[in-house]
């Protein structure tokens, strides 16, 4: 378990400060990440890497000359938001464009998908890549859908050195995406790891027995299995990525056999020995091996073995210098780049545009709402965090808790400023969107977004206005998830919730009474996503292990409608 | 818990042969450890480190240009042999003469200080030091007897990086001592690791509490505490290692916050932005500070802070570069040395004197004997292991099983290379010290050898040749470990049974008589050890804590004459 933290909410930023402390002759602190400590000169690609954290040396550890130029870091096993990744890539662009490259999970890929969006508004050549080398998580057919975990490594090493090179933005991209269709890797788990300040494990497995293709957050195996010898292991995994070598690959390979955290170094050595001659015997040549820890889960038990295959160019690149505060390899030429100037922070004051009275009350009965809402969802944290371990990787009870009060805080502070109806929303989402991470604090931040663009900050909102907000939160959440009806998101409770106060609103309904109307039709709707199977964004053995347990963005979303329906009552 | 391996009992060698194979660029495999793959240079002095193994990267991770030339790999927290030192340290020396470096444990010093003396009877300029950075183990005016733990690593560093300047073995050994009274380590603990194939942790830590200078091999600490919070324990840490600043320190300081194996980075950083903070704020200038995992206890939770106050020459030779499996930094000059040949096995066959028919039926018995006392051994492994964990490292059990089994293998041989009672009786002597590791295995050795040099090849020994016999072992294990009756060791039990033998055989009984009748004396003096105080070789804590528990050697020692009991029996 984590057990040395301050305040579990600030471990991120406490790990991070920590970090830079150590290796500040290695990399500088940016709003939402680091970059290497000299500027990247000119004609370089810079090659930024990320996700959550929880998995050190990844991401931060490997900034440095020959691999990445930043990293973005998020909270514990969350997606960082994109205005993040947009910070970070924006810090370590040079001139010569930008390439993002996190694991294919679906917070990261919407996250980072639209900080790519919003560096190319700014006329920032950006490209972004999601690796998908667990062979565990879909089948070949559908490996667009595998998750990132070890091969990760193999993929932004190659990517950052054909960057080092001073190749262009295309060719990095296409060594990226080359090095991800020649990686593959396979993982177990023993037992799971603890969040820090939390008060059970994450997820457990049973005394005895390992979880084949368990992934890094948790995320559930494809099958169980009783405790095997070291050298069972080896056969399980080398047998089982070399089912997947891909046609026409050679026979020179770099390997990484690569431990979780608490599956310690002599272990992985162990287990090497019989990797290392299954894969001589099987007629592949091993080319400068890792064994160690290089993407870890907290400390999680278990390890994971990544094959990728070479060609020159990738064994070049794989075997080419690094010099990282936790990877360095062979010498790297004395550093005579401009040491980087103070990063200046680039977050900037919300916008508050001009509203009349009547917005102006408004815009405070929302921040009051929305400051409801993270006052609940404090208490809520550690049951929304549960139920979202069964299917995801629990961290949607964190998400909500810093979506929502950095939500409030905005909020609050856009309507002191005198903010309407709409710049009090607007404010909120997009601190939302910014501090929660995730998956979920970018859709949130999309709907309130929408509902303000609808509402504005002239006069007090009509009936039919809020009816007309409400559809189009609807829609921009659906747009941006790409969730349709049944996949059993946070869609399949507001869905019927909007359904129901368009139909009360069309009756004559007042929009107060037509919510309060609609509450129960909100929360029958989130309990029963405990039956669906989800369609899209997860690896298909999730959906058979979530069915019983509702989805917890559902879930969150029903108590944030419960809790203004509270506010309302309360007003009459 | 330690969960992969194969055969519990040749752990560290799997351990080896994958360690070796998946660094082969800088690492080749000697008989008892490892060193650098390239042969050491004319003038440049060897520096040799070791210990018993599970502390990686401690020792052979360390092993490669501005490190280590060579790594002594015991078992598992158990001391390897002397002959394994030696074998190592021959095969590191090129011609300018061989430090020999590992933390302060009684099994370590007996060892290495053994080997130093046969590296010097060959020829071979051979020194030793032992590390003592362990300020919880001793009070400052008995530093010399504190243990030595993360801060092997500090100084390990600072005598390679001047033995590889060039510097010659007086210098180098001065070096090592000025690093070694400028390093000062503080640690805590909050879980135990567990052996592999044990079925329980070899010591554990109540829940919710941390120990406070509890060892690297589970050794008691000094005091008990609630968990306290990240920024806490760096204030405690802090403030215990400044305490013992040097006189005439300086206020530049090397430092390393090591993590014990479960202690993730990510805690790690937490923790270090504070001690950072309280470091500076006391005037120190930290000089490229380590936050990570240097020397670890399998998976082990817990960390330590290590200070070394720097003069000039020691900063430059911390700062300097260094290129090895799992420590790498700054730029190596490329590899220009020549390739090691092949490293010839050194282990020489039993030498076996001339025996006559009488001394062959001896030798043969001898030979039964020891392999019924290696077959009981296989099952009393957990309890010695456990009764020695209370005081000790919790290695006992192991050590005996893997030099019994040496030592009735060697003299099975012997005797079927018709040896007699001396050639059987040194053959199982040597293997056992060879083999079994730690300081239990060298003391049998040199007992059965003191006994056969007594006993001869020649004829059938007379009861006064067998009294005489067990005497010169007594004696040469006294000698040798230099504890004194009453200091809760293995003598503690062998001296009541020697002595009453002695006085039965004086009395004119034949001497299997006087062994039946002696070993009530044996089994009781050893519980009896049980209310007894260590006095040396151990840190004092240990006393306190150990009192109630007999010695694990004392124990096993009256196992052994009392399965010899049994075969007397048998044979009447």
Redesign the interface.
């Known amino acids: 378990m ?5 305040d579990p909410a600030t ?1 991120t930023e ?6 830079l ?2 290796n500040s ?1 290695y990399v500088v602190g940016v709003p939402g990440g680091v970059v290497r400590a000299s500027e990247t000169p000119a004609g370089k690609v810079a090659v930024v890497v990320g996700g959550g ?2 998995h ?2 990844a991401f931060c ?1 490997v900034v440095g000359r020959g691999f990445a130029d930043g990293a973005v870091v998020g909270n ?1 096993f969350t997606s960082p938001s994109a205005q993040e990744a947009a910070s970070v890539a924006r810090a370590a662009h040079g001139d010569a464009g930008v390439l993002l490259i996190t694991g294919n999970y679906a917070g990261d890929v919407m996250n980072f998908g639209l900080a790519v969006q919003q560096l190319r508004n700014e006329g920032i050549d950006a490209r972004y890549l999601p690796v998908t080398d667990d062979i565990a998580s879909a089948s070949p057919e559908e490996s667009a859908k595998r998750r990132g975990i070890a091969g990760d490594f193999t993929v932004f090493r190659c990517a950052s050195a054909i960057a080092e090179e001073g190749a262009d933005l295309d060719t990095v991209e296409q060594v990226a995406a080359k090095a991800n269709a020649a990686t593959r890797t396979l993982g177990v788990a ?1 037992d799971g790891c603890t969040m820090p300040g939390a008060d059970r494990p994450l997820f457990t497995v049973a005394d005895g027995t390992m979880d084949l293709g368990l992934g890094i957050h948790g995320e559930p195996g494809v099958s169980s299995h009783q ?1 095997p ?3 069972e ?1 080896a056969e399980l995994l080398v047998s089982g990525v070399l089912t997947e070598k891909p046609s026409g690959a050679t026979d020179r390979i770099a390997v990484i ?1 690569n431990g979780l ?13 019989t990797v ?1 001659e299954r894969l001589a015997a099987s007629g592949h040549t091993v080319v ?6 290089l993407v ?1 889960s ?2 999680m ?1 278990g ?1 994971s073995l990544t094959v990728m295959w070479l060609d020159d160019e990738l064994e070049r690149l794989w075997t080419s210098p690094a010099d990282t505060p ?1 990877y ?2 062979g ?4 550093v005579t780049d401009a040491r980087r100037a103070d990063v200046a922070d680039q977050a900037t004051a919300a916008r508050v545009a001009e509203a009349d009275e009547a917005s102006q009350a408004s815009g405070a009965l929302v921040a009051q709402g929305i400051s409801a809402i993270a006052a609940q969802m404090v208490k809520a944290e550690s049951d929304l965090g549960r139920i979202d371990a069964v299917a995801g990787d629990g961290d949607h009870g964190r998400g909500m808790v810093k979506g929502t009060s950095a939500a409030a805080a905005a909020a609050a502070a856009a309507s002191a400023g005198h903010a309407g109806t709409a710049g009090v929303l607007t404010a909120a989402g997009e601190a939302w969107a910014a501090k929660a991470g995730g998956t979920s604090g970018v859709l949130w931040g999309a709907a309130l977004s929408a509902a303000a663009g609808r509402l504005g900050d002239r006069g007090k909102p009509s009936d039919r206005d809020v009816a007309e907000a409400l559809r189009a939160g609807h829609d921009a959440l659906a747009t941006l998830g790409g969730a349709r009806k049944g996949d059993k998101t946070m869609l399949d409770a507001l869905g019927p919730f909007v359904e129901s106060f368009e139909n009360e609103v069309n009756a004559g309904t007042d929009w107060r009474t037509a919510w309060l109307a609609s509450v129960d039709v909100a929360q029958k709707a989130a309990a029963e996503t405990a039956e669906l199977r989800p369609r899209v964004g997860r690896a298909r053995p999730l959906a058979e292990r979530s069915v019983g347990t509702p989805d917890a963005g559902a879930i969150s979303l029903a108590m944030c409608i419960h809790i203004v329906a509270d506010l309302i009552e309360e007003k009459k």
Chains 1, 2 share one sequence.
Do not use: H
Request: negative net charge; hydrophobic residues 45%.
């Open positions: 984590t057990r040395l933290f301050n471990f406490d790990m991070l400060a920590g970090f402390d150590a002759t954290s929880g050190y040396p550890g514990i023993f405790m010898t070291a050298a292991l056999l955290g608490r599956t310690k170094y002599e272990e992985l050595f162990v287990v090497w020995k290392a400068q091996p890792e064994v160690g820890e870890t907290l400390d038990a390890c936790a360095r390899k010498a790297v030429t004395a």
